[in-house]
């Protein structure tokens, strides 16, 4: 056995494990309740992951011509999974109102903050700036594909879907997709950036990923978890297993190797992403089921990203 390897992938999926465990902690503690968890949230949101994504992208070396085909693929490959996922939700789920869940759950990844954390541990800066502009094409796609397969399954629910327009809108003004932008603008110029203000955004920038996944730790509802429904397993499958192997396969295929091979695989291999359960909610779908598939992604997801990163290291890939 390569304890090389084991040591490698035990370095990028513990430190989140045991910030999960930190939040259920903290929670039961009673030191993190829902008040300090949406506050903490919206900061990690709006000020820490922008922080974050934007001196990451800033003073690294990066190429917008070699960083777009990972981008294209990010599209391509978010759109083929959603179709396949929409094609078989009639025979997986009885219930059509719970389909556009579950096919929102088996695609939708959560790259903005597990996707970082686990691009973070295993490549460090490098990792987050690669994987840049896959973050921010799949992003855009998960929110319009998501208003798709909700409508579709959800009309008559009594709740309005979301206008294309307010969609779009909400990606404009979304703070990672401005960082990211404004990033690889200041990249573009060339300039250094002062250092009181480099050593204040990255003071900043640490505080993202520790204190995103003890939040999610700490909303996790174990009990709930652990009741779920077979819509839930079968999208929680989907999201931890087969769409990280297929869009990895498929881009080792496309000549991908490496931090970008690595990309992929840790992107696509995170939880549903916890935007899925506001969306549903919104919409009048069934808000305990998204979030099942969140809690149960969550747990999931360590295991699989575990065994992912031990084959790609094991043959040289990743």
Not at 12 to 26: C, F, K, Q, R, Y
Not at 121 to 131: F, L, N, P
Not at 252 to 259: D, I, N, P, V, Y
Not at 278 to 305: E, K, P, Q
Request: aromatic share 8%; proline share 3%; charged share 10%.
């Amino acid at each position: 056995m390569d304890w090389e390897t084991w040591r490698f992938v035990i370095s990028v999926t513990l430190p989140n494990l045991l910030l999960l465990l930190a939040g259920i902690i903290l929670r039961r503690a009673g030191l993190m309740n829902d008040t300090f968890i949406d506050g903490a949230s919206k900061i990690v949101f709006v000020v820490a992951l922008p922080c974050l994504l934007f001196f990451s992208i800033a003073t690294q070396k990066i190429s917008l011509a070699q960083n777009l085909p990972l981008a294209l693929y990010g599209l391509v490959g978010t759109t083929l999974s959603w179709l396949i996922l929409e094609l078989i939700a009639p025979l997986l789920v009885k219930e059509r109102k719970e389909r556009g869940i579950f096919v929102q759950g088996g695609f939708r990844a959560n790259t903005a903050i597990v996707g970082l954390a686990y691009a973070s541990m295993a490549y460090g800066k490098a990792g987050i700036a690669t994987g840049s502009l896959y973050m921010a094409t799949t992003v855009i796609l998960f929110n319009l594909l998501s208003v798709i397969s909700l409508t579709r399954t959800l009309q008559g629910n009594g709740k309005k879907a979301p206008s294309l327009a307010s969609v779009l809108s909400g990606v404009v003004k979304n703070p990672l997709i401005i960082s990211l932008v404004l990033g690889l603008a200041w990249n573009a110029t060339g300039f250094s950036i002062p250092h009181p203000v480099f050593q204040t955004g990255e003071l900043i920038s640490a505080t993202a990923l520790p204190l995103a996944m003890m939040c999610a730790g700490a909303s996790l509802d174990l009990r709930s978890m652990f009741r779920s429904s077979n819509t839930a397993l079968y999208a929680s499958l989907a999201r931890v297993a087969v769409v990280p192997a297929g869009l990895t396969f498929g881009g080792w295929l496309c000549g991908f190797e490496g931090t970008t091979l690595g990309v992929i695989f840790l992107f696509s291999a995170t939880p549903a992403a916890a935007a899925s359960y506001v969306m549903t909610r919104a919409m009048g779908g069934n808000a305990v089921l998204a979030a099942n598939i969140i809690g149960l992604t969550m747990v999931g997801s360590i295991v699989t990203t575990s065994l992912g990163l031990f084959i790609l290291r094991t043959l040289n890939l990743g």
